[in-house]
C-alpha cells in the first residue's frame, strides 16, 4: 500500500498542494487501517508540506485568503495527529487569528486567540510565559473591539505574570505596562495611564538604553499626560521634554532635541528662576545641541551662562556655609 501512496505522490510532484493533500489522505487510511505510527508519520509529512506552502506565500500581498485555508486544513491535520489540546494546536489558532487580524476582522482574531489562550492555560498554567504573551494579544483584541474593560483585565493579568516570572526590569513588563496604558488613556483614567508608562519608560531606561524610538513614543505619551495633569509648566513636564531632548539628540534628530531642551529650559526658568542647577543644566544641554549642530559660538554663548549660573549658586552655597559655620563657633 505505502508503494502505491508514493508512487501517485510522484505523478503528482508538481503540485504541492496536491502532495500535502495525498498525505493527508495516505495518513487517514493508516489510520483506518488501526496504524497510528504510520499515520501520524504521514500527517507529519503533510505538515511539513504546509509549512512550505506558507512560506512561498509570505510575500504575496494577497496571501489572506489562501493562508487561511491552508492554516485551517494545518489545524485539522495537527488536531488529528496531537488531539484538540496541544502546543501545536494553539500556536496554530493564534495564526488564524492573526491572519483574521490582517483581515480586520477583529471578532473572528479574538475567538482564535481565545481559543489558544484556553488550551495554553489547561497545559502550561495561568502563569507560564506563552500564557502571558496571549492574556496581552488577548486584551490588545479587546481594546479595538471596544471592550476597555476586558482589555484592562488581560493586560494587567499579562503585567502580573510577568512581574512574577520575569520581574520588574524586564521588557515583556514594559511593554505590558505600555500596553494597559493606552487603554487607561483611552477611557480617561489619566492618572494611572500616567503611572504605567512611567514605568514601563523606567524600564526602558535601564535595559534598553539604545531602544530611542521606544523611549522616544513613551516619552511623548507621558508629556500629553502631564500637560493634561499638571499642566505645560510644571517641573515634571520640564523634566521629560528635557528627557525626549535627550533621546532625540542621541538619534542626530538636532532641530527637534533642540525645540524640546529649550521648552524645558523656559519651564525651569519661569519656575525655579535663572540661579537654579536644573536652569543650569538645560544650559549646558542646549550647549550641547548646538555643538552637536557644528554651531560652535551658540555653544559657547550657553555653556558661558551655564558655567555663570554655576559660579553664582556655588558661591551662595559657600556663603551659606560660612554663615552656618558663624553661627554655630558663636553658640559655643
Excluded at 491535520?77 to 492573526?98: D, F, L, V
Excluded at 502580573?160 to 511593554?175: H, M, N, S, W, Y
Aim: hydrophobic fraction near 35%.
Amino acid at each position: 500500500m505505502e508503494k502505491v501512496f508514493n508512487a501517485e505522490i510522484a505523478v503528482n510532484n508538481e503540485k504541492d498542494e496536491n502532495i500535502a493533500k495525498f498525505y493527508v489522505f495516505s495518513a487517514n487510511v493508516f489510520k483506518k487501517l488501526s496504524d497510528q505510527d504510520k499515520a501520524n508519520e504521514y500527517y507529519g509529512k503533510a505538515l511539513e508540506e504546509f509549512y512550505l506552502l506558507l512560506k512561498k506565500l509570505k510575500n504575496d500581498p494577497d496571501k489572506d485568503d489562501s493562508q487561511l485555508e491552508i492554516f485551517n486544513e494545518k489545524l485539522a491535520i495537527e488536531i488529528m495527529k496531537y488531539g484538540k489540546e496541544s502546543i501545536k494546536t494553539a500556536k496554530t489558532y493564534y495564526s488564524i487569528g492573526n491572519i483574521y487580524k490582517s483581515m480586520d476582522d477583529h471578532e473572528k482574531r479574538l475567538e482564535y486567540y481565545l481559543k489558544g489562550l484556553e488550551i495554553r492555560i489547561k497545559l502550561q498554567g495561568e502563569e507560564h510565559l506563552d500564557t502571558a504573551t496571549q492574556y496581552n494579544n488577548v486584551g490588545v483584541a479587546y481594546n479595538i473591539l471596544g471592550n476597555t474593560d476586558k482589555a484592562l483585565e488581560y493586560h494587567n493579568k499579562a503585567i502580573a505574570v510577568r512581574v512574577k516570572v520575569l520581574g520588574e526590569d524586564d521588557t515583556k513588563t514594559a511593554f505590558s505596562y505600555a500596553n494597559a496604558a493606552y487603554v487607561y488613556r483611552d477611557v480617561n483614567q489619566n492618572e494611572t495611564a500616567l503611572s504605567y508608562f512611567e514605568k514601563a519608560i523606567n524600564i526602558y531606561k535601564k535595559t534598553e538604553p539604545k531602544n530611542t524610538d521606544k523611549k522616544k513614543e513613551l516619552f511623548l505619551q507621558i508629556i500629553e499626560l502631564q500637560k493634561k495633569i499638571y499642566g505645560e509648566e510644571h517641573e515634571k513636564t520640564a523634566n521629560s521634554y528635557y528627557s525626549l531632548g535627550g533621546v532625540l539628540l542621541t538619534q542626530g534628530n538636532t532641530d527637534l532635541s533642540l525645540e524640546y531642551a529649550t521648552k524645558a529650559l523656559n519651564i525651569r526658568k519661569k519656575i525655579f528662576g535663572e540661579e537654579n542647577e536644573d536652569t543650569t543644566v538645560s544650559y549646558f544641554s542646549i550647549g550641547a545641541i548646538y555643538y552637536k549642530s557644528e554651531e560652535p559660538q551658540k555653544a559657547l554663548e550657553y555653556h558661558k551662562t551655564a558655567l555663570k549660573i554655576k559660579e553664582a549658586i556655588y558661591d551662595k552655597k559657600k556663603l551659606q556655609y560660612w554663615v552656618i559655620l558663624l553661627l554655630y563657633r558663636d553658640s559655643l
